[in-house]
């Protein structure tokens, strides 16, 4: 596949970027700064601008899936369901319709209807950021992509890539010591393995160990 990646020198989104290289696809990694992103084959930098429209539309033209890898900042969390909306109407003019996007653990279920940013037990210095990224998950129900929202475990950090792993829908993941995490490289083994054969087609899903 050709696959529009934006986000790609991130923590998630440059392990999401080897992962694709290593499987053969074509990376189109679209950054505001594209000197950022790093070098190879299959690798084309473009700078874009996720908050433009047609700058989104002319990076994504003739890709066939989109990943949106942007982290909302801590500055300004709530600017990110704009941001998504705009990379949205890019990838829509461009005749993109395969869109995942990296997700919060926030809005996964601890217990059926309750999100875990919703509990006392959450980080009060990730709530801003955390209500913000579920933001967007009504943006992709409401739209017409093949779309998957993709929640990482609550610890996501660099790790081993090793392949083992469970993944879910919006429940919270947790291991036998009530732990939840899981490391870069596998979070995108995961998104390149769905993005190679949808099995969780417009809905939102997690992973962990």
Not at 37 to 46: E, L
Request: hydrophobic share 45%.
């Amino acid at each position: 596949m050709k696959v529009v990646l934006f986000g790609a020198s991130g923590m998630i989104g440059s392990r999401v970027l080897q992962e694709l290289v290593r499987r053969g696809h074509t990376v189109i990694a679209a950054a505001r700064n594209p000197e950022k992103i790093a070098k190879g084959a299959g690798i084309t930098a473009v700078e874009a601008d996720a908050d433009d429209p047609q700058s989104v539309a002319a990076a994504a033209d003739g890709a066939d899936a989109a990943v949106c890898a942007i982290a909302p900042s801590h500055d300004n969390p709530g600017a990110i369901a704009g941001v998504v909306s705009s990379l949205m109407d890019g990838l829509s003019r461009a005749g993109v319709k395969r869109l995942i996007v990296v997700g919060g653990a926030g809005s996964l279920e601890v217990a059926t209807g309750i999100q875990i940013v919703d509990t006392p037990e959450f980080p009060a210095e990730w709530l801003a950021v955390a209500r913000a990224h579920r933001e967007i998950l009504p943006l992709l129900k409401a739209s017409r992509f093949d779309w998957g929202y993709f929640s990482p475990a609550g610890l996501i950090q660099p790790g081993e890539r090793t392949g083992n792993f469970r993944m879910g829908g919006k429940e919270f993941l947790t291991d036998a010591n009530g732990e939840s995490r899981i490391s870069a490289e596998d979070y995108a083994v995961a998104l390149v393995d769905e993005l190679e054969r949808p099995r969780r087609l417009n809905q939102q899903f997690t992973i962990a160990y």
